[in-house]
């Protein structure tokens, strides 16, 4: 939002330049210069700095890619095309690489642009520590913050790198001019996150807490970098995929239950508790500190409309935003988000929507009724224009159900009323993406300080047990005072499982969760069995509630809010959990219906089964079958098959489609473009059943 015009005012052409080196870390060679002018200036290094800042607006970082199109197959979200028969195992596209299966000419998922933002952090970090600004009594404290803040951009991009690539090449220092450091080969995640763990490490001695020294969200500060750090180390501390070909000396534990193949496996570090420490140190420290100026906003929602209106959270809820321009970039709510049909408001441009990012009938289902959170973030309404007339209407489609954060009546009047209805394309919304919340400070506490004490010792640090900090984000879900606050999971660790997808659904968290943990195929697999059994009109078991064929609707009936002038529905008139049988709504009482979750099963009027076959019926299993399915070497659905009413019809259709990569198992990471595995002159190849 603001950070940005900083950028614009300060930068000059002799700030930025292009590099003559051609190599893969440096794509499209943006380097900072090491001119030694630029770094004796407090002014021009801060528009350098706020260079790499703008860096993190592009469409292959957190203008789309990682928050809208990277979420990938979760039992949260699913991408587009996830449940496509014709577009799952695409390896050209997105939808493939949501699926797990990818390529390496792909070009939709390339790292060139991480690369760019980790290189230029790393340019800043080089010039400042050799600028003679660093021994100036007056300059060197804002110096520093500086090379604070430079630090954990350069934290950030590496980490990005390693979560969505694996094994990847380290840079301590930029780029040289003899092409010294430049072709280099992968190093093994570990080494370079103990690299990231150092640079945040400095950088928090240096970086002042949000609202210090006009520090906003949109700056790197102290609060957001021990959680990033708290972030790095569970991530560092947790299971990946390992390549035991390039690497066969690694020292790692292997995962007792994900089998090997082919020289990969999945490991992590055996000294693994010692990064739940730092971890929960981290986040210990954010709690109890008396100058923390971060707290939970008591209303979920108040977190995004106020993101969406493009202001600031007045809690600090968020610890760091992706900073934005209102029509200059930013595709959030545009591309995810409350569905806003074309031809509303005089314009030919629709947008948000579950095309790009949705989540399902079964995280939906997950939830607790009374969870504030679940209407905050699912949302089946969509906005739409009936016969010369914007209303609401609510519609099922359980696998894809719009991901409500995002909403068009909460952006800024100049978008709504200035921008949006002279759109004929997909207009920037300039809403800010959060990399991290408060509660997550919260939640990872809890995580971490479990490993190492249980759940009910107090942290003297934290001031606060690992139950007291997950109860009291439920709090704020429930409300004070609420019985369900206390009511969860006995198994504490599948409790913070539970409460990190009701928590942060459709932020592009859980998928990374899930692979940290060594759940994600296990988790995929179970939605996929869920959304089965609603489609077979059986009962359903969804993060351990079992749902009895009563207990969800085959139909939906609800209000408006104005029954004289119909627009805005009354979702307090929707029941979403009892099946009140399939008759007619009575329009002449204010009452209207929708197709719930389309049991693809015939009834006959006692409730039975009939012995009839539904044509969309095996056609629906396929599709939810092959989601997610480049993700383990290969599959086996005959037990469920065995399950379903008409089983052996489903297996039929669902071999017609080739599903597994035939390589390796756990395999959460993409592919390395060819034309950056190219440029490294051999010292890079991909793994994993890549070219």
């Known amino acids: 939002m603001k950070i940005q015009k900083l950028f614009l005012a300060v930068l000059s052409s002799s700030v930025l330049c292009t590099s003559c080196m051609d190599n893969f870390l440096d794509t499209e060679s943006p380097s900072i210069p090491s001119d030694e002018n630029l770094f004796k200036s407090t002014a021009l290094t801060e528009a350098a700095l706020m260079g790499v800042y703008a860096t993190m607006t592009d469409t292959y970082i957190y203008g789309q890619k990682l928050c809208v199109n990277w979420q990938g197959a979760s039992d949260v979200e699913v991408g587009s095309g996830a449940f496509s028969t014709e577009n799952y195992n695409s390896t050209l596209r997105d939808e493939g690489a949501g699926n797990f299966y990818d390529d390496n000419y792909n070009r939709n998922t390339r790292w060139d642009k991480l690369y760019y933002l980790a290189e230029s952090a790393t340019t800043i970090v080089d010039g400042i520590r050799r600028s003679p600004l660093m021994q100036s009594t007056s300059d060197k404290a804002v110096m520093r913050r500086y090379l604070g803040e430079a630090l954990a951009l350069k934290a950030l991009g590496y980490f990005e790198l390693i979560r969505y690539w694996g094994d990847v090449p380290y840079k301590e220092h930029a780029s040289e001019s003899g092409l010294g450091n430049v072709y280099i080969g992968k190093v093994d995640r570990d080494i370079v996150y103990n690299y990231i763990i150092e640079d945040l490490k400095e950088a928090i001695e240096y970086l002042p807490w949000m609202g210090e020294e006009s520090y906003t969200v949109e700056r790197m500060n102290k609060g957001f970098a021990k959680g990033l750090l708290a972030k790095v180390a569970l991530f560092a501390g947790g299971w990946s ?70 202001e600031y959270n007045k809690y600090n809820e968020n610890l760091f935003e992706v900073a934005f321009g209102e ?31 949705a989540t399902t009938a079964y995280y939906f289902y997950s939830f607790d009724p009374a969870d504030t959170r679940r209407d905050v973030t699912c949302v089946f309404q969509e906005y739409i224009n009936e016969n010369g007339k914007n209303k609401e209407v609510i519609r099922c489609n359980p696998l894809g159900v719009a991901c409500g954060k995002w909403r068009w009546y909460w952006m ?217 399915t480049g993700l383990n070497a290969s599959y086996d659905y005959s037990n469920l098959f065995g399950r379903l009413n008409w089983g052996g019809e489903a297996e039929a259709e669902f071999r017609k489609y080739s599903v597994g990569n035939g390589v390796c198992n756990y395999r959460h990471v993409f592919a390395i473009y060819y034309e950056d595995v190219n440029k490294t002159q051999g010292y890079v190849s991909n793994s994993y059943g890549y070219k």
């Open 241 to 310: 995929v390992r390549d035991g070909n390039q690497f066969p000396d690694l020292d790692v534990e292997h995962h007792p239950t994900i089998p090997e193949m082919n020289g990969y496996f999945v490991g992590r570090p055996k000294n693994w508790k010692d990064y739940y420490e730092l971890a929960a140190k981290q986040c210990a420290e954010i709690l109890g500190a008396t100058d923390n100026p971060h707290e939970l906003d008591p209303s979920y929602e108040n977190i995004w409309s106020t993101v969406n209106h493009l």
């Open 327 to 357: 029509g200059q970039n930013g595709d959030v709510g545009a591309t995810m988000g409350y569905n806003l049909n074309r031809g509303v408001f005089n314009t030919t441009q629709g947008m948000g929507g579950a095309g790009y990012a």
């Open 412 to 628: 800024t009047d100049n978008y709504m009323k200035v921008r949006f209805p002279k759109a004929n394309s997909r207009i920037a919304t300039g809403i800010n993406w959060i990399l991290m919340r408060y509660s997550d400070i919260y939640l990872m506490f809890a995580e971490a300080q479990n490993v190492l004490t249980g759940p009910d010792a107090v942290s003297p640090t934290a001031g606060m047990s690992p139950r007291q900090a997950l109860e009291k984000v439920r709090e704020r879900a429930f409300g004070t005072g609420a019985p369900e606050i206390t009511q969860y999971d006995a198994d504490f660790f599948t409790a913070i499982v539970n409460e990190r997808a009701w928590e942060f659904g459709c932020e592009s968290i859980r998928r990374q969760d899930l692979t940290r943990w060594g759940l994600l195929a296990e988790k995929i697999e179970e939605m996929k069995i869920g959304l089965c059994m609603l489609y077979d009109y059986k009962p359903v078991t969804i993060f351990g509630k079992t749902y009895q064929v009563d207990e969800i609707p085959r139909k939906i009936y609800y209000k408006y809010e104005d029954s004289d002038n119909p627009e805005y529905i009354d979702m307090s008139s929707v029941n979403f959990n009892e099946d009140m049988g399939t008759g007619t709504a009575s329009t002449s009482k204010g009452q209207y219906e929708c197709n719930w979750i389309s049991m693809q099963v015939t009834l006959n009027k006692d409730g039975d089964i009939n012995a009839t076959l539904n044509t969309n019926y095996v056609k629906t299993m396929a599709r939810i079958l092959v989601c997610g």
